[in-house]
């Protein structure tokens, strides 16, 4: 018999995970444009340098609640915010390929499937987080007289900057190019916590079976109940 598409919406993102993405979103965004402002300045404003320092509080507030959420259950803890999601192996380089081709082709090609985290980003997002957080560190001590490699710790933070930039520009760009091509993209899942998912029902399925186990990510190699 022939299948009938279905839409499913599944819970990826807990509260609390989201609640420290859009805290270091906000945070970081923040950041950026007030450094640009204290660059440009030939004057530096107290206030805008006040706003900067507590935005940095912010964006480390929302790193140590996000690597809390690696290890420890918190709430209605979701197996997507577990260190365990972001690892990485050779078996995902292909997964990663496709969604490069995706991501390139600005949301032209079909979207590959996965379940939460883009198959692109999961070596990534250890890199910005660490990023982040020696970013901010080196922002408390930006005036110290300490250098590290020859470089002040000024001139690192400011190069740290501008890198956070490009990835956070990219990962913006990513999400927005998912959520118009197909449908349960990554924005819309980082507000409600749900994903949509379309799977194949078979028409002579009973009316009444809504429970299937569905495999959304072969990486994984778990399924889902809907």
């Known amino acids: 018999m022939k299948n009938i598409d279905a839409v499913y919406p599944v819970k990826v993102w807990s509260r609390w995970l989201r609640i420290s993405h859009?805290?270091?979103?906000?945070?970081?965004?923040a950041l950026i444009v007030s450094g640009w402002v204290l660059d440009y300045l030939e004057t530096p404003d107290p206030l805008i340098r006040d706003y900067h320092y507590l935005f940095g509080h912010l964006l480390l507030a929302s790193l140590i609640l996000r690597g809390v959420l690696l290890f420890v259950r918190v709430g209605d803890h979701l197996q997507t915010e577990s260190w365990k999601a972001l690892r990485w192996n050779r078996s995902k380089a292909p997964a990663m390929l496709?969604?490069?081709?995706?991501?390139?082709s600005l949301g032209r090609?079909?979207?590959?499937?996965?379940?939460?985290?883009s198959p692109l980003w999961v070596p990534l997002y250890s890199?910005?987080?660490?990023?982040?957080?020696v970013s901010a560190l080196s922002g408390y001590l930006h005036d110290a007289p300490l250098t590290i490699a020859g470089f002040g710790l000024w001139r690192i933070h400011s190069a740290l900057a501008s890198i956070l930039e490009i990835l956070a520009s990219l990962h913006v760009v990513?999400?927005?190019?998912?959520?118009?091509?197909?449908?349960?993209g990554d924005?819309?899942?980082m507000i409600s916590g749900y994903r949509l998912f379309r799977v194949d029902k078979p028409a002579d399925a009973a009316e009444d079976d809504d429970v299937q186990l569905v495999n959304f990510d072969a990486d994984a190699g778990k399924d889902y109940k809907l």
Do not use: N, R
């Open 187 to 189: 924005i819309s899942g």
């Open 22 to 29: 859009w805290l270091m979103a906000v945070s970081t965004l």
């Open 174 to 184: 990513s999400a927005v190019i998912q959520d118009i091509s197909a449908p349960g």
């Open 98 to 104: 496709e969604m490069l081709k995706y991501y390139m």
């Open 127 to 133: 890199i910005l987080f660490l990023l982040l957080a």
């Open 109 to 117: 090609m079909p979207k590959p499937a996965y379940y939460a985290h």
